[in-house]
Nanobody, 127 residues
Framework: VQLQASGGGLVQAGGSLRLPCAASGRTFGRYATGWFRRAPGKEREFVAATSWSGGSTYYADSVKGRFTASRDNAKNTGFLQMNSLKPEDTAVYYC?????????????????????WGQGTLVTVSS
């Protein structure tokens, strides 16, 4: 499956952005999706994930209550809605996909659980 995240940009603190992740090549609904980010000078970190149906969602503590991950399998697209953005949310955001063989309720936060990655999209939050 090929992935492409978009929707990044410059936003003021307290603002919102919605990042789509468009999938192609294979049936998107067979894959769980994950969102990760890499801030300047830091390692890539887990942000959010959804199961293949969207029935289960997982969030990093730093974004819980502010970010919402969702998906529309009919449109082969995942979404990351980001509200109440903070300057520390500034990063390149990546979407990723994983099949049931690597994704689980105990592996969702590991980058190694996701064999498929899209190019990132830069989100910059100004103070």
């Amino acid at each position: 499956v090929q992935l492409q995240a978009s929707g990044g940009g410059l936003v003021q603190a307290g603002g919102s952005l919605r990042l789509p992740c468009a999938a192609s090549g294979r049936t998107f609904g067979r894959y769980a999706t994950g969102w990760f980010r890499r801030a300047p000078g830091k390692e890539r970190e887990f942000v959010a994930a959804t199961s293949w149906s969207g029935g289960s969602t997982y969030y990093a503590d730093s974004v819980k209550g502010r970010f919402t991950a969702s998906r529309d399998n009919a449109k082969n697209t995942g979404f990351l809605q980001m509200n109440s953005l903070k300057p520390e949310d500034t990063a390149v955001y990546y979407c990723a996909a994983a099949s049931g063989s690597t994704f689980s309720s105990t592996s969702y936060y590991y980058t190694s659980a996701y064999p498929y990655w899209g190019q990132g999209t830069l989100v910059t939050v100004s103070s």
